[in-house]
């Protein structure tokens, strides 16, 4: 409402058992644009997000880990990059990206020595590829997940790949990463 555009927001609920279809359907009760898509058993978080992608209407795709580690606000920083590529992500990766409340070391570890083999292996050039805030153009994300096989860890890294070999641009921007342990 803020940003004077209009949005949907889709919760995808991947089995679950922490009250969120409850709240999110209560909240779509008030407001139609909130939707809760749900599907029972746990399929991955990348099955989850293609489910997202694929029933989404608008002209932009974000998805956003739902601990908003990553606060909504960096929405705008995303949207600006879109104007000369045809996705953005977030980075906690990169010199201007602020972490003000950083993972347990051994996650960072983890993480790092990923991206490391991911920039070695498949995808140079990009430093964070699992930070779990991203933008596409609408064609762009159906196109690219419809193609997807991964349904779990590293999907975004197969997700960034298909969209490189299509010919797509990725533009890694700094976010603000506020980690959630809850």
Do not use: H
Not at 24 to 34: F, N, S
Not at 36 to 42: A, D, K, P, T
Not at 49 to 65: C, K, P, R, T
Not at 99 to 105: A, H
């Amino acid at each position: 409402d803020e940003w004077g555009g209009t949005a949907e927001v889709l919760v995808v609920d991947d089995g679950s058992s922490d009250g969120t279809a409850a709240l999110v359907k209560a909240k779509g009760e008030a407001d139609p644009r909130v939707r809760l898509l749900e599907y029972g058993s746990n399929r991955g978080k990348g099955y989850a997000v293609g489910l997202g992608v694929s029933e989404a209407v608008g002209e932009q795709i974000l998805f956003s880990d739902a601990d908003l580690s990553t606060p909504i606000e960096e929405y705008t920083r995303l949207a600006a990059a879109l104007e000369s590529a045809e996705i953005a992500i977030g980075s906690r990766a990169l010199p201007d990206s602020r972490l003000d409340k950083r993972q347990p070391l051994y996650r960072e570890l983890m993480g790092r020595s990923f991206n490391l083999l991911v920039q070695a292996l498949v995808f140079p050039g990009i430093r964070d590829t699992q930070c779990g805030f991203k933008l596409f153009r609408s064609e762009v994300a159906r196109e690219t997940f419809s193609r997807r096989v991964i349904d779990g860890f590293a999907f975004d890294v197969e997700i960034l790949f298909i969209a490189r070999k299509l010919g797509y641009e990725v533009a890694e921007i700094p976010v603000i990463w506020i980690n959630d342990e809850a």
